[in-house]
């Protein structure tokens, strides 16, 4: 075999290819996230199924010089070719920062490296093989198990994502029959373009065998940090974006997209050369590990987070309630409840050991308001492959939902509608059943009765002064009355939105003159509240150095614009209770309550005190402002 090189396709049509590739911008929003995500499922696909050698993924960034990088003198100069011919802006500015990195005197590479897997079986220039579909086809999947993770075969472009080269490198080790075989290859993908010698050129490329652009089959003729020689698969990223907390971002994508697997033992990651460790005993210490809630909040991801944590709870408690539901055309669902307080009252579908979607939304099921129902959450997995089947060809490319209409034939899309909307009715019976609050006005406590002489019989009436015979005596419940603190209420009005479901019911605001009849500057009626609806709310606890919770931090998306009013309430088995807000970093406190400006769609984020310390489960209740007219004189 010849010396590998770099080349590229020839562009014999004059086409016009940018740096908009679909497959590639489908994982730009979140792209360390997005890498670790996609990375873990094809590892977890290729698992060699031994239950006692689980899948072990490794994240590392190592440094490498000119020299040791394949074709460096031919990528600089194609990335230079491309920059000559930049015409819009975000191509010359990715160019720029593609020739600076390409000329540094050293380049970072994310290394990620499977064990325990079957590695990407080949022949690799053979169609349909697990190699030739990772390196050379677009929009396929080459998958052994027919309920394996990925189905669509794009998850492999994520790891573009986080090079500012958009060149990866693979290299693996597979069983060939009874021996070994290795195979390597490199691809990159930058915009056509005009070569050196005036040859117009595609904008994908090449590294290895230049006859028919084929892959390396021989370990001497690749760098020594390529030649792998354990079964599994490496993935490297060339001029990887690393950005200061890439490893923890990476793992909070890993903890929460994999914590079934991790918690089952079929998964083990290390990140930053082992200064992350994920695996069933630092998983629970994880979900509460600063700096990776810092990071997944600094990318918009701590609500994601937070529910995989309690999605894991629910996994590994005691207290969970589970069972298994046979559904007519998709199999049998593990379905387990855990009823605790603080829980989301949300529902968490996994599938093959991955967290997909909260909701069956295109099945008429958002799953989003289960009124009357004590704090809950619920985890949803199929129990046999029939469903597991079912649920991949359902999935959609991102793997955060399902949708029916991705069957193309009618009589199936009608039959796995019915059968998810059958799950969706089936959930929400188990939650109604499984969570409500069930009252019960009295209780005969016959229990207490070995404690206590019997009197035996007489025909004297009862002494109505006499106590009560605490075997026979009835007790009836009593509500119990709140404090007496009132909850302070926005003014001129004692109700409004919601935000735990999302509803609110609105009041009338009103004042009142000075003294009798009209009154010299007093005020006239202020008009109706509107509740204001807030989605999507969150908070967190802080606290000080001795463990009292001394504020909360909220977030909440409004459905309004203007000055609204918020009002915290202390919620628990009894009428909820007002909390005073007594400072703010954000918006005027008064009167318990706070003011502050919104605009309808975008997050907002404040952090409040109150007049004492507490740590537990609260309410957000919101009203607009409303205008205030004098009452003439």
């Known amino acids: 075999m010849v010396e590998p090189v770099l080349r590229f396709l020839a562009n014999e049509a004059g086409e016009k290819e940018g740096l908009g590739d679909a497959g590639i911008e489908t ?10 995500r996609e990375a873990g499922q094809n590892s977890r696909d290729a698992a060699t199924g031994l239950p006692e050698h689980p899948v072990r993924m490794s994240f590392n960034v190592f440094g490498l010089n000119h020299a040791d990088f394949p074709s460096h003198e031919i990528l600089r100069s194609t990335i230079a070719a491309c920059s000559a011919e930049a015409k819009q802006d975000r191509e010359k500015e990715f160019f720029a920062n593609a020739s600076k990195v390409i000329g540094a005197d050293r380049i970072a590479v994310l290394e990620i490296a499977d064990r325990s897997t079957t590695g990407l079986v080949g022949p690799p220039d053979e169609e349909e093989t697990p190699f030739h579909s990772l390196v050379k086809a677009s929009g396929v999947t080459a998958k052994d198990t027919v309920d394996s993770g990925g189905s669509f075969g794009i998850g492999k472009n994520a790891s573009f994502a986080v090079s500012d080269l958009q060149t990866v490198f693979y290299a693996t080790t597979y069983k060939n029959g009874e021996s070994e075989a290795f195979a390597a290859q490199g691809k990159v993908k930058l915009v056509s373009h005009t070569d050196p010698d005036g040859k117009k050129q595609r904008a994908t490329g090449y590294w290895g065998d230049p006859e028919g652009f084929r892959a390396v089959t021989d370990r001497a003729l690749v760098p020594e940090w390529m030649a792998r020689t354990e079964i599994g698969t490496s993935i490297f990223c060339m001029g990887f974006r690393a950005a200061d907390d890439w490893a923890e971002r990476m793992t909070y994508s890993l903890v929460s997209n994999f914590f079934g697997a991790v918690h089952r033992e079929q998964m083990v990651f290390e990140v930053d050369d082992g200064r992350i460790n994920i695996n069933r005993n630092t998983l629970e210490g ?6 990776i809630i810092d990071a997944a909040e600094r990318t918009g991801h701590q609500a994601d987070l937070t529910f995989a944590g309690q999605l894991y709870r629910c996994l590994v408690s005691d207290n969970a309630e589970e069972q298994v539901l046979t559904i007519p055309k998709l199999g049998k669902m593990r379905v387990r409840v855990l009823i605790e307080e603080g829980m989301p009252c ?44 079912l649920l991949k060809k359902l999935e959609n490319p991102a793997h955060d939902g399902f949708s029916a209409e991705r069957l193309p034939d009618a009589g199936k899309r009608a039959d796995a509608s019915s059968a998810m909307k059958r799950l969706g009715k089936e959930l929400r019976e188990i939650i109604k059943a499984t969570t409500g609050v069930k009252h019960e006005g009295s209780v005969v406590l016959d229990e207490l009765g070995r404690f206590f002489a019997e009197t035996g019989k007489t025909d004297t009436p009862d002494d109505p002064n006499a106590e009560h015979d605490p075997e026979r005596y009835t007790y009836e419940s009593k509500r119990r009355k709140s404090k007496s603190r009132k909850a302070p209420s926005p003014a001129g009005g004692e109700q409004g939105g919601r935000s735990q479901t999302g509803t609110g019911s609105g009041g009338k605001g009103g004042g009142s003159g000075s003294g009798t009849g009209q009154g010299t500057g007093g005020r006239g009626t202020a008009g109706d509240r509107e509740p204001v609806v807030l989605r999507e709310v969150r908070n967190l606890i802080r606290s000080d150095s001795s463990g009292a919770a001394t504020s909360r931090e909220l977030h909440f998306t409004p459905e309004a614009s203007g000055p609204i009013e918020l009002m915290v309430q202390a919620t628990g088995v009894n009428a909820p209770e007002g909390l005073i807000v007594t400072a703010a970093d954000a918006g005027t406190p008064g009167s318990g309550v706070l003011t502050v400006d919104v605009k309808d769609g975008e997050r907002c984020k404040v952090t409040v005190s109150f ?23």
């Open 27 to 36: 994982f730009r929003d979140e792209p360390y996230a997005s890498c670790a």
């Open 346 to 389: 949300r529902v968490g579908f996994i599938r093959n050991g991955m967290l997909i979607t909260d909701n069956l939304r295109h099945f008429g099921h958002p799953l989003a308001q289960f009124r009357g129902s004590r704090d809950f959450v619920v985890v949803v997995e199929p129990d046999d492959t029939e469903a597991g089947v």
């Open 286 to 291: 994880l979900f509460a590990r600063q700096d």
């Open 611 to 633: 007049d004492e310390p507490y740590d537990g489960p609260i309410e957000l209740i919101a009203v607009s402002r409303a205008e205030v007219e004098e009452t003439p004189a």
